[in-house]
């Protein structure tokens, strides 16, 4: 069964910096892309970032464009987000999601369990 | 930027039941880019269709895709109890590469 275990959550002032860690495990996790996709308290699902299956192609949303970084490690079948001049409406369970091939592929097939980022002065 | 929206915001229905979904997109979709996901309270999203009519692996019969363009559907046949939940429409743009969400419509006990 497809793993993903989400890490690096916390409570954090506005300006800081988090990097979220996502380690994967079942599935060849170079064979996919990946993404990360936020949920802001009571409020609906938002894509945030996908990156391609070797690390060379990134993609964004607006909202983080500039700010967020996704990059992924091969070797240790792991993908991060640096989160960089955070802002109150970043505040949001992070998910990490897998896409069904890859960075072109159109759904997500399997969620981590989310980790929670709260920017709160 | 494609937007979907999604009726009704709530859907109060009895075990047994029929539901409709509707997912609309401010411009013309194509079918193998809509996928529908189903979350539970505390719980990570879940696949249920993809390419608008495909059933993820495990998902339960009673639950259908149909649609077209920029009008989709969801469709569960007889709700069971742990159907009741939040369901999001998604769609992927391949220019520029984008994935965006419905705001879900929530399914809950009547």
């Known amino acids: 069964e497809v793993q993903l275990l989400e890490s690096g959550g916390n409570l954090l002032q506005p300006g800081g910096s988090l990097r979220l860690s996502c380690t994967a495990s079942?599935?060849?996790?170079?064979?996919?892309?990946m993404s990360w996709v936020r949920q802001a308290p009571g409020k609906g699902l938002e894509w945030v970032s996908t990156?391609?299956?070797?690390?060379?192609?990134?993609y964004y949303a607006d909202s983080v464009k500039g700010r967020f970084t996704i990059s992924r490690d091969n070797s240790k079948n792991t993908l991060y987000l640096q989160m960089n001049s955070l802002r109150a409406e970043d505040t949001a369970v992070y998910y990490c999601?897998?896409?069904?091939?890859?960075?072109?592929?159109?759904?997500?097939?399997?969620w981590g369990q989310g980790t929670l980022v709260t920017v709160s002065s | 930027e494609i937007v979907l929206t999604q009726s009704p915001g709530t859907l109060s229905l009895s075990p047994g039941e029929r539901a409709t979904l509707s997912c609309r997109a401010s411009?013309?979709?194509?079918?193998?880019?809509l996928a529908w996901y189903q979350q539970k309270p505390g719980q990570a999203p879940r696949l249920l269709i993809y390419?608008?009519?495909s059933r993820a692996t495990g998902i339960p019969d009673r639950f259908s895709g149909s649609g077209s363009g920029t009008d989709f559907t969801l469709t569960i046949s007889r709700l069971e109890p742990e159907d009741f939940a939040v369901y999001y429409c998604?769609?992927?743009?391949?220019?520029?590469?984008?994935?965006?969400f419905g705001q879900g419509t929530k399914v809950e006990i009547k």
């Open positions: 390419g608008a009519s």
């Open positions: 990156i391609n299956t070797i690390g060379a192609a990134t």
């Open positions: 079942e599935f060849t996790f170079t064979s996919y892309g």
């Open positions: 999601a897998k896409l069904s091939g890859g960075s072109g592929s159109p759904h997500f097939d399997y």
């Open positions: 998604q769609q992927f743009g391949s220019s520029p590469r984008a994935w965006t």
């Open positions: 411009q013309s979709v194509s079918s193998s880019y």
